[in-house]
């Protein structure tokens, strides 16, 4: 079976999150472990700030954000690929007297899945998010993604798509950290070519085997599934590069395009069990989504750009 086939990666995707539907909210969000849900605050203050009317969430989950994004005046809607998490997101926001057709189903590789069974707000949404999708996408549709989010909005609306922060591979030592070293800045396969001699092609073997000695390979712990379904680190989860998706981003038009950093981490996460309680506080004292240190040291970044007017 392929990652990234699309009928392929989707069937995986669907069964990955199939049992985190009920589990996901308590696990992520609500429970005391979970780190806080900083990114749903930098999304509150930015609608508030934008005085926002209508919201789309593409790729909802169990409108894990949709729900504690229930402000004044604000018209919501969401989809998902994945049939449990629209169940659930429905059932939670049936609780605040949402409508069930604000949620349906669909792939945000779609464009027509951004269009509500209902209709959609005249003129579009002022405002589309997209938050921890972006992994789950062949490298070849991110510009895809971000063009159908783009023709969602109204002129003058703002998207806020996350991505999980390839740089943050600079601060972790681990395998993160080797695949950006290896594949991404050093590209080994290039420096090989260049190498002109069997004592020059021998060094350069053994500079990269003492490379490699550098980081920890066994960590993070792979993530599986909670039953037979694939896991989290079983499916396609990829990272993205904050420049090269600000640069996808200009290409598709947009305006304003930054990026926000936040899941900051106090020291390398290998270490947290060194002294988690200090860890936690000292990590959410850093949550500057502004910060150049988010660059290296958050785990995750929102792309917020806005669509001419
Ligand atoms: C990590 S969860 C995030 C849920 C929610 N957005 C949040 O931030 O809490 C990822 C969600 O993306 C959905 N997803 C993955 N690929 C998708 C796709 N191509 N189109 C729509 N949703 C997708 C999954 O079903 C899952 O609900």
């Not at 229930?70 to 919501?76: C, H, T």
């Not at 599934?225 to 499916?235: L, N, R």
């Not at 926000?260 to 270490?271: C, E, K, R, S």
């Amino acid at each position: 079976m392929s990652k990234t086939d699309r009928p392929d990666l989707e069937a995986a995707i669907q069964r990955c999150y199939s049992t985190w539907g009920e589990r996901y909210y308590a696990d992520y969000y609500a429970s005391e472990d979970a780190y806080p849900a900083v990114h749903t605050d930098i999304v509150r203050k930015l609608l508030q700030s934008e005085g926002t009317k209508s919201l789309l969430d593409a790729g909802c989950g169990p409108a894990s954000m949709l729900r504690d994004l229930d402000l004044p005046g604000l018209e919501r809607y969401g989809f998902d690929v994945t049939p449990e998490m629209i169940e659930e997101a429905r059932r939670v926001l049936g609780r605040q007297d949402l409508s069930p057709e604000r949620i349906w189903q669909g792939s945000v590789l779609d464009a027509e899945a951004f269009a509500p069974p209902g209709g959609a707000p005249a003129g579009g949404f002022e405002a589309a998010i997209c938050f921890g999708v972006l992994p789950h996408i062949p490298a070849e549709a991110d510009c895809d993604v971000i063009a159908h989010l783009r023709d969602a909005l109204a002129p003058g609306g703002i998207m806020a798509v996350e991505a999980r922060n390839e740089l943050f591979g600079l601060f972790t030592l681990n395998r993160y950290s080797r695949a950006l070293f290896r594949d991404r800045l050093i590209r080994e396969d290039a420096l090989a070519e260049r190498a002109e001699t069997p004592a020059e092609r021998d060094a350069l073997a053994a500079a990269l085997s003492s490379l490699e000695q550098r980081f920890r390979m066994d960590l993070p712990p792979l993530r599986g599934g909670y039953a037979d379904e694939p896991g989290y680190d079983e499916v396609l989860s990829r990272t993205h590069n904050p420049f090269e998706l600000r640069s996808l981003a200009e290409a598709a038009g947009l305006e304003e395009v930054r990026t926000l950093f936040y899941h900051y981490h106090a020291l390398p996460p290998m270490l947290e069990t060194e002294a988690p309680a200090l860890f936690r506080r000292a990590s959410l004292a850093m949550e500057d989504p502004t910060d150049w240190r988010g660059h290296v040291m958050a785990s995750a970044f929102i792309l917020v750009a806005r669509k001419p007017r």
